[in-house]
């Protein structure tokens, strides 16, 4: 168990931050499956704008890396894309 109280606080704080990144973490997976299983056109690319903030914010915290977020952006304008061909 730690003893100082500075090390007490940050063992509080990384518990707290954890969760939260854990959360919004899991709300990006779901929002990008949801994405994915859209077939109209109109409506995925309304609902991609808000996958596409939702996955620069988490990079910009630091709770997904920037590059993962950058692929997940790319993989999901090219399906977007793809719904226009079919």
């Known amino acids: 168990m730690a003893n100082h109280k500075s ?3 940050r063992i509080r704080q990384t518990e707290s931050r954890r969760l939260r ?3 919004y973490a899991k709300t990006a997976r779901n929002a990008v499956r949801r ?3 859209i077939t109209d056109k109109t409506e995925a690319t309304e609902t ?3 996958v596409s903030s939702l996955l620069d914010r988490l990079a910009r ?4 890396s920037k ?3 950058g692929n997940l952006k790319s993989s999901l304008a ?3 894309n793809k719904l226009a061909n079919a």
């Open 7 to 9: 090390s007490i606080k």
């Open 21 to 23: 990144n854990r959360y």
């Open 35 to 37: 994405l994915r299983a």
């Open 48 to 50: 991609y704008n808000k």
């Open 61 to 64: 915290k630091g709770t997904i």
């Open 67 to 69: 590059n993962k977020a």
């Open 78 to 80: 090219r399906h977007i």
